[in-house]
């Protein structure tokens, strides 16, 4: 190979090099946050398994608490209503949010 001629894997990372460089206000202005939130999962009792459901409010979005005492306020009272013997379980999850 001679010196003026490149490697494909090359020079295709030069050219997305070359797009980030110029892209990079774009993508240094964008700022990402991460918070953690709790769900509650209900383990729905099947024939011989468990089923994990993560539950949604009225609107259909997941159902998650800013902490983890009201997500294990309201599990214990999934719980205490539960007649069909499944339960409950509070989960902390992680989500990104851009700003």
């Given at each position: 190979m001679a010196e003026t001629e490149q490697n494909p894997l090359t020079s295709g990372l030069i050219r997305v090099a070359s797009f980030l460089f110029s892209k990079s206000d774009i993508l240094l202005k964008t700022k990402t946050k991460y918070t953690m939130s709790y769900v509650i999962?209900?383990?729905?009792k099947m024939e011989n398994k468990e089923l994990p459901v993560i539950l949604l409010d009225t609107l259909g979005e997941i159902l998650s608490f800013e902490t983890e005492e009201m997500a294990t306020a309201y599990q214990e009272l999934f719980?205490?209503?539960?007649d069909s013997k499944h339960s409950y379980e509070v989960k902390h999850i992680y989500s990104m949010n851009e700003y």
């Amino acid at each position: 190979m001679a010196e003026t001629e490149q490697n494909p894997l090359t020079s295709g990372l030069i050219r997305v090099a070359s797009f980030l460089f110029s892209k990079s206000d774009i993508l240094l202005k964008t700022k990402t946050k991460y918070t953690m939130s709790y769900v509650i999962i209900k383990k729905v009792k099947m024939e011989n398994k468990e089923l994990p459901v993560i539950l949604l409010d009225t609107l259909g979005e997941i159902l998650s608490f800013e902490t983890e005492e009201m997500a294990t306020a309201y599990q214990e009272l999934f719980q205490i209503n539960s007649d069909s013997k499944h339960s409950y379980e509070v989960k902390h999850i992680y989500s990104m949010n851009e700003y």
